[in-house]
């Protein structure tokens, strides 16, 4: 006999009450980090995500760091003390991201504030 399973029967996750975002932060963004953080294996979290958030962890980190980034642009941070304080390895990989994700280069975001 096939039973489906019903979502209101699924029972919780241990990571059901985790904040990721500001875990992600802690962990740098690294996905291996997370994992072991919140006590799962990779696999696991990649699971979790995709029905959490219906992005894959690495997804999810990389909008956080974008999100974070944004933040502290807000704030008046130069773009390449941002670009290094999330741990971007070059500032044009980061404006190429950031560009990306919102459409505009960072120093509109800082120029804002400032």
Request: with cysteine.
């Amino acid at each position: 006999m096939d039973v489906a399973r019903d979502a209101s029967n699924a029972r919780p996750s241990r990571l059901d009450g985790v904040e990721f975002g500001d875990l992600a932060f802690t962990v740098n963004f690294d996905v291996a980090r997370l994992a072991v953080s919140s006590g799962v294996t990779v696999r696991q979290l990649e699971r979790h995500f995709r029905k959490r958030f219906g992005l894959t962890p690495h997804e999810f980190m990389a909008r956080q760091r974008l999100a974070k980034a944004k933040e502290l642009l807000g704030t008046g941070e130069p773009v390449k003390a941002v670009c290094f304080a999330l741990s971007f390895k070059q500032p044009s990989y980061f404006t190429r991201a950031y560009i990306r994700f919102y459409g505009y280069a960072p120093k509109h975001d800082r120029q804002r504030r400032v």
